[in-house]
């Protein structure tokens, strides 16, 4: 018998990126996506931005970049560790209630990297699985703010 998913859906793919500008126009210019919101998160160490497509509805997922504020971040690090070239840095999963989440991540045997959630993008509450707890991926679970 298989557990109940604690996930609502992949959320985003977040790359990392050694320039949004140049990354941003890449991702709309050449692949068609949409920029929907950009913003920078000094706590992470990182400027984003979230890029969708078509009529972005709630289920869609999106595509996150990364650009680091300093080489210390771990992004920076991410990007120097792969010889400054960007590339999938982790992958997403939208929760309901990140507590709850979090919860049962821990009693399935998941380490999750803080003990409680970090704001990220758009005032959204996350946390990460450390990629030795999900088969080498690092996974970021996400519940968004309100009304978004």
Known sequence: ???????????HVGYAVPNLDDAIKLH????GWRLLHRETNEEQGVEEAMLGT????????????????????TIGKWLEKNGGRGGVQQVCYRVD???????????RGVTLLYDS??????GSRINFAHPKSTGGVLLEIVEPAPGH
Do not use: H, W, Y
Request: glycine share 6%; charged share 25%.
């Open 97 to 107: 209630d990140i507590e709850k989440a979090s919860q049962v991540l821990r009693e």
């Open 54 to 73: 078509g009529e972005q509805l709630p289920q869609n997922a999106q595509v996150q970049l990364l650009a680091p504020l300093r080489p210390d971040s």
């Open 28 to 31: 709309t210019e050449v692949f």
């Open 117 to 122: 959630p970090k704001t990220g993008t758009g």
């Open 1 to 11: 018998m298989s557990e109940e998913s604690v996930f609502v859906c992949v959320d």
